[in-house]
Each structure stands twice: as C-alpha cells, then as structure tokens.
C-alpha cells in the first residue's frame, strides 16, 4: 500500500505563490506517476499536473506557464509551485500516485484558496 500525504496549501491574494508538498510512503516501488488534481466546489476532479518515472510532465491548459511540478526521489515526495494564483485556482487539491501494474492511491487534500 502507498499512503499520500500533503501540505502546503493555504490561503494566498491573487498574484501569490503557494508550494504544495506530497510525501509518499509504504510501496513506492510500485509508484509509476504522480500528480495533483484538483476540485472546486460544484465541478468535478480535474488533473492539474503529473509527473512520471522518466520525469515527464504533464499540464492542464490551466495552469502552463504558471506552475511546475516536481520530485524528489530520494525523499519519495512531489512538489506543486504555484506561482501568479489566480481566484479561479480556489479549490482542494489533492495528490495523486498511479501504480507501475493496477490502481492507485489518493492524498486527503489540502485546500488552496485565492482572494481576489
């Protein structure tokens, strides 16, 4: 099993930056991609950023330009930089690993909030 766990999120103005943290533990041999979705009140979960074993990346249309993702092997953690918040980033975000063979498993989110 691989538990997620995150910090980092908080409440930041428009313009702001905010760095997510996600730190995995149990199986992460098993680990093949990792990534963050987010959710906004009343809309369903979207991908925000993932990241794979080779470090390739992938963005929504979103949030390009604006933030990157990250890991660190060694210490078995993935980052979010959040820069230029904008209010429509407002959501909770949550951490995401998809496994090498089947499944995956979730973070219990941290909620971002951007004021205007």
């Known amino acids: 099993q691989v538990q997620l766990v995150e910090s980092g999120g908080g409440l930041v103005q428009a313009g702001g930056s905010l760095r997510l943290s996600c730190a995995a533990s149990?199986?992460?041999?098993?680990?093949?991609?990792m990534g963050w979705y987010r959710q906004a009140p009343g809309k369903q979960r979207e991908l925000v950023a993932n990241?794979?074993?080779?470090?390739?990346?992938k963005y929504a249309d979103s949030v390009k330009g604006r933030f990157t993702i990250s890991r660190d092997n060694t210490n078995n953690t993935v980052f979010l930089q959040m820069n230029s918040l904008k209010p429509e980033d407002t959501a909770v975000y949550y951490c995401?690993?998809?496994?090498?063979?089947?499944?995956?498993?979730w973070g219990q989110g941290t909620q971002v909030t951007v004021s205007s």
């Open positions: 995401n690993a998809i496994f090498r063979v089947l499944g995956s498993a």
């Open positions: 149990g199986s992460i041999f098993s680990i093949n991609v």
């Open positions: 990241i794979n074993s080779g470090d390739n990346t």
